[in-house]
């Protein structure tokens, strides 16, 4: 499975995310560290607290929660895709 980390430098990833937030997380390589959405949840919560109330049911913004796991849906589309492409060849 491709990482996080390849996927954030992506054109896919730049049309997925907010562009504060994609020049922030590649800038700090923050995406190299990244293996779970509950990580991306966590590097975006600390770096944009304000959009992370304590009812998670208003969590919205750019870099909020539903923003992440957009992004995180994207992520898994792209390698899912790379790994079918990658049985098809074989």
Wanted: net charge positive.
């Amino acid at each position: 499975m491709r990482t996080f980390g390849e996927f954030i430098k992506t054109e896919a990833a730049r049309q997925s995310c907010d562009s504060q937030f994609h020049e922030r997380i590649t800038s700090t390589g923050g995406g190299e560290t990244i293996t779970t959405q509950n990580e991306l949840v966590k590097f975006a919560r600390e770096r944009w607290p304000t959009q992370y109330p304590a009812d998670i049911r208003k969590s919205t913004g750019p870099c909020g929660r539903e923003a992440m796991a957009r992004l995180w849906a994207a992520y898994l589309g792209w390698s899912e895709t790379a790994m079918t492409e990658k049985t098809a060849k074989k």
